[in-house]
Nanobody, 123 residues
Framework: QVHVVQSGGGSVQAGGSLRLSCTAS?????LAWFRQTQGMEREGVGT???????TVVNSVKGRFTISRDKANNTLYLQMDSLEPEDTGMYFC????????????????????WGQGAQVTVYT
C-alpha cells in the first residue's frame, strides 16, 4: 500500500510553465504522471523509476520534463511552453513493479493514485 499526494497545478498563460509534485508515502518502484484532457481518456505523460530513469511520451517531449527525488519518494513534472491543449487534470500514479511503456503504459497498470491537480492554460 502507498499513499500518493500531489501538489502544484493552477492556471497559466499559454507559453508559461508549471511544476507538479507527487510524494509517495513509501518507495514504490515506479511513479508516473497521467493526464486527462477534455473529451479524452486518461493518458500517460511519463514515468520515473526508482533508479532515477525517467521517460516522457513523444507528444510532450521537449516541453515536459520528469525528475525523481528518490530520497524523498517524490516525482516532479516540469511543464514548459504550455499550450491550451495541455489543459486538464493531471494525476500521479504508483506501482510496485517496473514502469510500463508503450502500449502497456495505461491507467489500469497502476493501483495507487494521487488526488489529481487541475492545470489550465489560457490564451
Amino acid at each position: 500500500q502507498v499513499h500518493v499526494v500531489q501538489s502544484g497545478g493552477g492556471s497559466v498563460q499559454a507559453g508559461g510553465s508549471l511544476r507538479l509534485s507527487c510524494t509517495a508515502s513509501s518507495d514504490p518502484y515506479c511513479l508516473a504522471w497521467f493526464r486527462q484532457t477534455q473529451g479524452m481518456e486518461r493518458e500517460g505523460v511519463g514515468t520515473g523509476e526508482g533508479d532515477g530513469t525517467t521517460t516522457v511520451v513523444n507528444s510532450v517531449k521537449g516541453r515536459f520534463t520528469i525528475s525523481r527525488d528518490k530520497a524523498n519518494n517524490t516525482l516532479y513534472l516540469q511543464m514548459d511552453s504550455l499550450e491550451p491543449e495541455d489543459t486538464g487534470m493531471y494525476f500521479c500514479a504508483a506501482r510496485f513493479a517496473p514502469c510500463p511503456w508503450g502500449e502497456a503504459f495505461i491507467r489500469s497498470a497502476f493501483a495507487f493514485w494521487g488526488q489529481g491537480a487541475q492545470v489550465t492554460v489560457y490564451t
